[in-house]
């Protein structure tokens, strides 16, 4: 047998791949609520499957890299194709810049919590991940990002809403990063469920260093189909042809995003439905003494349990063993191991979430008691 290490890179058991657990459970269990993932609960159109199945009749032929619908993208935000790279989602978009940008020993400066895939794809590039806390009301800590900025730094993630915090960065201090002039990737994952509030991709008329990402996994609930798009500067989006793999986006994938772009009421239906769902949650959790829901302008909710003395991990087992709903639970946040994150499910999943949390406190109370 040869010696593996010998020959892989240095930093390989630095890397932990993305944890796919939970999905091989919910998969293998389809009777559990998947409140655990971000995804939308609600199904592509009937537009959208028919014009995969159309697309599928030319599954013989290798696809180009889409330029009717990155002019189709473009258009929406007053930029050209040339803008536009499509990806197989936008955790390629994450893949590329770290290729683009981080050689070993560099530092990728991101907000804790945040998506944990921007740290691991990090890592695999031998970057150094640097995570700054958000201050106690889980906005970014503008002061102490710029404090950690070093000549190592060579990029700069700004994930808005942020995945689990939920809250918009504001835009005097989006400007703070901006200015520095150092390669900022801009996540609106979410941003279409508000769409109310305007994107960033006006900046990048004058600033060639930022990348806004976008994906059709979570307002569009097309996370299996796989599709995302990167806007940036011409340049930058020739850096990205440079080390993307040809036929990254399907025919299928291409032609369903193509097709959902073309329903916007579908899209405006899908994002009223989960911002029900927010409110609810969020009013309903409200009421159980020492829990604290964060509001959440995306397709998920971050709660902190710490002042009513559980943890988040507790709250998650318990919801799964008795009602087989699984969230997610955090690592500890300034000192508070109570923090979990509830992603919307159907109102039915959400409310047998909602009443599962609720008789846990029942049954923890009854604990303390006897
Ligand atoms: C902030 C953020 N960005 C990107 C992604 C990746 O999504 P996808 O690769 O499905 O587009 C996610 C997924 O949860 C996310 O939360």
């Known amino acids: 047998m040869a010696d593996l290490k010998r020959f892989l ?39 959208v499957l028919q014009a995969i199945v159309e697309a599928a009749k030319m599954g013989n032929r290798y696809p180009d890299n889409g330029p009717r619908l990155r002019a189709k993208i473009a258009k929406r935000y007053d930029l050209g194709p040339e ?22 020993g560099d530092e990728v400066l991101l907000p804790h919590p945040t998506f944990s895939l921007y740290g691991i794809r990090a890592k695999t590039c031998g970057g150094k991940v640097v995570p700054v ?22 990029l700069i993630i700004i994930c808005t809403p942020n995945n689990p915090t939920g ?14 002039g150092i390669p900022t990737l801009i996540d609106e994952a979410y941003l279409e469920y508000h769409l109310e509030h305007e994107s960033k991709a006006p900046l990048l008329r004058r600033y060639n260093h930022l990348i806004v990402a976008h994906t059709f996994s979570k307002a569009y609930g097309m996370a299996g189909i796989r599709f995302g798009y990167a806007l940036g500067d011409e340049k930058m989006i020739q850096y990205f042809r440079k080390v993307q793999i040809p036929w ?45 829901p964060y509001s959440s302008n995306g397709n998920y909710v971050m709660i902190d349990a710490t002042d009513a003395g559980v943890t988040g991990r507790a709250i998650v087992d318990y919801v799964f063993e008795k009602d087989g709903v699984m969230l997610k639970a955090f690592t500890p946040l300034r000192g508070r191991g109570g923090f979990f ?29 006897g």
């Open 9 to 47: 890179i240095p930093w390989i058991d630095d890397i932990k791949p993305y944890d796919t657990d939970d999905l091989l459970i919910a998969w293998s269990r389809p009777e559990l609520k998947r409140m655990m993932i971000n995804e939308n609960p609600l199904p592509p159109s009937e537009k």
């Open 167 to 180: 809250d918009f960065i504001s835009d005097e201090d989006l400007m703070k990063i901006v200015e520095l």
């Open 341 to 369: 994150r509830v992603s919307l499910g159907s109102h039915e999943e959400n409310s047998i979430c909602v009443q599962s949390i609720k008789r846990f406190f029942k049954d923890h109370e009854r604990e303390k008691k």
């Open 133 to 154: 806390d958000m201050t106690s009301d889980l906005q970014y800590d503008i002061p102490a990002m710029l404090r950690a900025v070093t000549p190592r730094t060579k």
């Open 83 to 104: 803008n536009v790279y499509i990806s197989h989602g936008s955790s390629e978009i994450i893949d590329i810049i770290m290729r683009l940008f981080v050689t070993p």
């Open 248 to 292: 990254n986006t399907s025919l299928l994938s291409m032609a369903a995003a193509e097709a959902a772009l073309d329903e916007e009421d579908e899209l405006k239906r899908k994002a009223a439905y989960n911002n029900a769902g927010v409110d609810y949650v969020c009013k309903e959790l409200s009421k159980i003494p020492g829990l604290k």
